[in-house]
């Protein structure tokens, strides 16, 4: 799903003014017969005793306009903004107690469900749009809260909703889907004691990755930076990939490293050869199709910089690929890319420790631990053409 890995490179790369929130899903389809809106049960099971702070955010696609809705998912566009930012509207809905459901509606948006713990959060506008939560800034308003989101799309071709860990791994969650027949799809429920068990085997990984966990002065654990956030705020080396990826341009210099990007598509493939700084990738034909300059660690954490992904129909499906393998460092160990099976990934010394230890602690194992964990279909996202209610669980801090 190209428009969910763009929409998540734009996020990784922190952009905190959106002019249109995240895409996930296709462009809509009419033929679908999808309500205006569909409930969404907000379930609490996190055993915290906080108010907790629902928001709905994002674009009504109907109109392409910037907005919240509220409970009843009747939308409210965004006033102009100033510079600097002036204060939103109060788009909170008070959320359900520990053991309590709530109901709400969702229309047709690509956007956000954000929820908060003990304190409402603060969202600003500009004059390009709304301001979101930039976690790796220390100065940013939200930075003590606990919170987290989910991202989705409902259109007239169904919903997509995933439980996504590419700019943090924070308050646990869960997503679902129920279709009209009755079918239930859920992604994103943690292990029993993966909450926990994700954050001690951060704190004993070596080599910075400690640094990236975040902490509330009253000693609450309220987040990991995902690791390009963790280079940006100065918690993790810069050169902490540069090893894995030296020896990745060697490889390559020597051999080949065949790109098939389509799995419905096993002829489409590239080649790609290293000659002094440059990856360079050639068709069938020979002829060179497109070129990496030698990638640094943010640009594989963030799949974007050096590893800039159009959404297009030749580079981007490239980047992704070399984005997942960098990641999970599977391009010394598999020459044919993308890698799609799990028991190869991460298993070099010098890997992506922060997605790595996400996966370990999911039930189905399947995580957003960078932008596109979507190659090979490893991410959290349920996907239904008739959906009729779609669900958030707020799972226990254990």
């Not at 907790?52 to 109907?62: A, C, D, E, R």
């Not at 030698?294 to 580079?315: E, H, M, Q, T, W």
Request: charged residues 15%; contains cysteine.
């Amino acid at each position: 799903m190209l428009a969910l890995r763009k929409a998540l490179v734009a996020l990784v790369a922190a952009a905190t003014v959106t002019a249109g929130l995240t895409t996930v899903g296709p462009a809509s389809r009419a033929e679908a017969a999808v309500p205006t809106t569909i409930p969404l049960e907000i379930k609490n099971t996190s055993g915290r005793s906080d108010q907790v702070y629902i928001y709905n955010i994002g674009t009504l696609l109907s109109t392409g306009q910037q907005g919240w809705a509220d409970a009843n998912g009747t939308f409210h566009a965004w006033p102009a903004g100033g510079n600097p930012p002036t204060p939103a509207p109060d788009a909170s809905i008070a959320g359900p107690a520990n053991g309590q459901t709530k109901t709400i509606r969702m229309p047709k948006f690509s956007g956000r469900v954000y929820f908060s713990y003990g304190q409402k959060l603060v969202f600003k506008l500009t004059t390009g749009g709304l301001v979101q939560p930039a976690v790796q800034n220390p100065s940013d308003p939200n930075v003590n809260i606990l919170f987290n989101w989910t991202e989705y799309t409902l259109n007239d071709a169904g919903l997509w909703i995933n439980s996504t860990q590419v700019d943090m791994f924070s308050a646990p969650y869960a997503v679902g889907v129920k279709n009209t027949a009755g079918a239930v799809k859920n992604t994103g429920h943690l292990k029993p004691g993966g909450y926990n068990g994700f954050f001690n085997a951060l704190r004993g990984q070596p080599g910075g990755w400690a640094n990236l966990i975040r902490t509330r002065s009253d000693g609450t654990v309220l987040r990991a930076l995902a690791p390009g956030h963790g280079i940006e705020a100065g918690a993790l080396p810069a050169t902490v990939m540069n090893d894995y990826i030296n020896r990745v341009w060697s490889k390559y210099s020597t051999s080949t490293l065949t790109v098939t990007p389509f799995a419905d598509q096993p002829g489409t493939k590239y080649y790609g050869r290293v000659s002094g700084n440059v990856m360079n990738f050639t068709n069938g034909s020979g002829a060179v199709v497109t070129s990496f300059q030698k990638p640094d660690s943010d640009s594989i954490f963030g799949c974007y910089k050096l590893l800039d992904a159009p959404n297009d129909l030749v580079r981007g499906p490239i980047s992704r690929t070399l984005c997942a393998g960098f990641n999970r460092s599977t391009l010394l160990t598999n020459p044919n890319q993308p890698d799609t099976s799990s028991a190869g990934f991460y298993q070099d010394t010098v890997t992506n420790h922060y997605s790595r230890k996400i996966h370990a602690q999911m039930v189905d194992g399947k995580a957003y631990g960078f932008a596109f964990d979507d190659v090979g279909n490893h991410e959290s996202l349920v996907n239904d053409n008739n959906p009729q209610t779609a669900y958030i669980t707020l799972d226990p801090f254990s």
